[in-house]
């Protein structure tokens, strides 16, 4: 008789062969996985934009200019806001479909933000570890993380006048949970996202590329290009369309928002002011744990808080204005060790120990009650913009009738230049398809100037529309600019 033993074993496969064959599949299941979470977060997005009928403010309508004005070859960065390669990356092929420009950006934007919640609650899951006999304790510190990086004081604020401050959040956090996954090559191109949005992230590209020469020699080349893209992008294109290659950071030099006396003290507090007092302290138990223990991971990410906010304060000395959304990426690192803090808790004691875990519990049932005020707070601020952007929703509008109303961009361009109040300045530009630099914002001044001008007074959500020192050979052209939109 035939060898059992010796024919199953030569009718099985190697074990090589079996052993990719599953490493394939759980890749498949993973990226499927993502596929959902993509779908359901752009579907979540979108569903959101149309809802809140939210517009962007000052600064995104700036952005859009941008992009139109580059495809007519006519960007000038000289005005306000300051110059951000990130936000550029897409309004640009945004404005190849203007009409839809505006909305496309606000999903962007949207997407962005809530982004920051799932790659904030997957690191605190990773950073909470396998706990089989509590298996809640990582789902716990997950959801108590994302839903703490939106509850960030100012965060819906941002988010619903589509700032790409949140966005860079979750940049900054998808940088994290890529390294902590060993995908280098993603995580530096997030970090490189992120020097592209704000400059507190310059150092921590320079310093990834440096571990990367040193750790990972594939990435030698790709790491030196990146680095090297940075004052590329920032200053090649400055210097190309303003008057100087340093104009974004002479624009940030005349905010309103600057600290005055003690920087240390006036940007720290404005960092702790981000949250109440029992997520700060979570996220300080969380980091004396870490130094108990010597968790490398968790002390590098601490790190990476600390030194944000050191960045933040040189900047400050410099004479920039330090404004509490700049610090939203060291608050939302702190509130995920916090979140983890919270998970470790749970998953603690021996698996048999009915004490360690109702102590766990009760720990975690305080936190989380300690901060529901938070949350109600941050939920009635939340409806409170809401209803703030769906009445500038109207009044940007009633603007884009008027103006059609009138003849259009080029007839109100031949009667003057178009002249607001500072917080409207970017919207009209984009109205009247002009750089921003081009419309005037002091209407006092312009007036004074005895230059013709069509001022765009904001009324009582509505606008008054004048046609002001007029030249004589355009008076009755330009008679019919006088009018008042609809109030109220």
């Known amino acids: 008789m035939p060898d059992r033993t010796a024919t199953a074993q030569a009718t099985e496969p190697p074990a090589l062969p079996r052993t990719r064959a599953a490493a394939t599949q759980r890749s498949r299941r993973k990226l499927h996985g993502g596929f959902i979470a993509a779908s359901i977060l752009v579907a979540v997005s979108v569903l959101f934009v149309v809802l809140t009928r939210m517009k962007p403010a000052y600064d995104a309508y700036g952005w859009m200019v941008w992009g139109r004005q580059t495809l007519h070859w006519n960007l000038d960065t000289n005005g306000a806001p300051s110059w951000k390669p990130l936000t550029f990356m897409f309004t640009l092929p945004y404005a190849l479909v203007m009409s839809a420009q505006t909305w496309l950006w606000s999903v962007t934007s949207v997407i962005g933000a809530l982004a920051g919640a799932l790659f904030g609650g997957r690191i605190a899951y990773r950073l909470t570890g396998p706990a089989p006999n509590r298996p809640y304790a990582p789902i716990v510190a997950a959801a108590f993380a994302g839903l703490g990086v939106l509850g960030i004081a100012d965060y819906w604020h941002q988010i619903l006048i589509a700032n790409s401050d949140p966005m860079v959040v979750a940049i900054c956090l998808a940088a994290i949970d890529f390294h902590l996954s060993r995908r280098y090559r993603l995580a530096f191109v997030m970090v490189l996202l992120a020097s592209f949005g704000r400059p507190e992230a310059w150092p921590f590209a320079l310093g990834y590329a440096i571990w990367a020469w040193l750790r990972v020699p594939g990435m030698r080349m790709f790491a030196v290009a990146g680095v090297v893209s940075i004052p590329l992008v920032w200053f090649g294109v400055s210097a190309l369309t303003s008057n100087s290659w340093l104009r974004p950071g002479d624009l940030a030099?005349?905010?309103?928002?600057?600290?005055?006396?003690?920087?240390?003290?006036?940007?720290?507090?404005?960092?702790?002011?981000?949250?109440?007092?029992?997520?700060?302290?979570?996220?300080?138990?969380?980091?004396?744990?870490?130094?108990?223990?010597?968790?490398?991971?968790w002390l590098?990410?601490?790190?990476?808080?600390?030194?944000?906010?050191?960045?933040?304060?040189?900047?400050?000395?410099?004479?920039?204005?330090?404004?509490?959304?700049?610090?939203?990426?060291?608050?939302?690192?702190?509130?995920?060790?916090?979140g983890a803090g919270l998970g470790r808790v749970l998953a603690a004691g021996s698996p048999t120990s009915v004490a360690a875990r109702l102590g766990g519990v009760a720990i975690a049932a305080i936190l989380i009650g300690s901060l529901i005020p938070t949350a109600i707070e941050r939920t009635r601020g939340a409806h409170s913009e809401i209803a703030k952007r769906r009445q500038a929703a109207v009044q940007i509008n009633r603007l884009q009738d008027v103006i059609k109303?009138?003849?259009?961009?080029?007839?109100?361009?031949?009667?003057?230049?178009?002249?607001?109040?500072?917080?409207?300045?970017?919207?009209?530009?984009?109205?009247?398809?002009?750089?921003?630099?081009?419309?005037?914002?002091?209407?006092?001044?312009?007036?004074?100037?005895?230059?013709?001008?069509?001022?765009?007074?904001?009324?009582?959500?509505?606008?008054?529309?004048?046609?002001?020192?007029?030249?004589?050979?355009?008076?009755?052209?330009?008679?019919?600019?006088?009018?008042?939109?609809a109030f109220g």
């Open 405 to 485: 109303q009138l003849g259009g961009p080029a007839r109100i361009r031949g009667c003057g230049q178009p002249v607001t109040t500072v917080a409207w300045q970017s919207i009209l530009a984009w109205e009247v398809e002009l750089n921003v630099g081009n419309v005037g914002f002091r209407p006092g001044r312009s007036i004074d100037k005895g230059n013709p001008i069509v001022l765009f007074k904001p009324h009582m959500g509505g606008w008054q529309v004048r046609p002001i020192h007029t030249l004589p050979a355009n008076r009755v052209a330009c008679s019919s600019m006088r009018t008042d939109t």
């Open 300 to 338: 590098t990410l601490a790190a990476f808080a600390f030194a944000w906010l050191a960045i933040e304060i040189a900047f400050a000395l410099h004479g920039w204005s330090a404004v509490t959304r700049y610090l939203f990426e060291a608050e939302a690192v702190l509130v995920v060790l916090a």
């Open 253 to 297: 030099l005349d905010s309103v928002n600057v600290i005055h006396g003690n920087k240390f003290i006036g940007v720290t507090r404005r960092l702790l002011g981000l949250y109440e007092p029992p997520m700060q302290i979570a996220a300080g138990l969380a980091i004396a744990f870490a130094v108990v223990i010597r968790d490398k991971v």
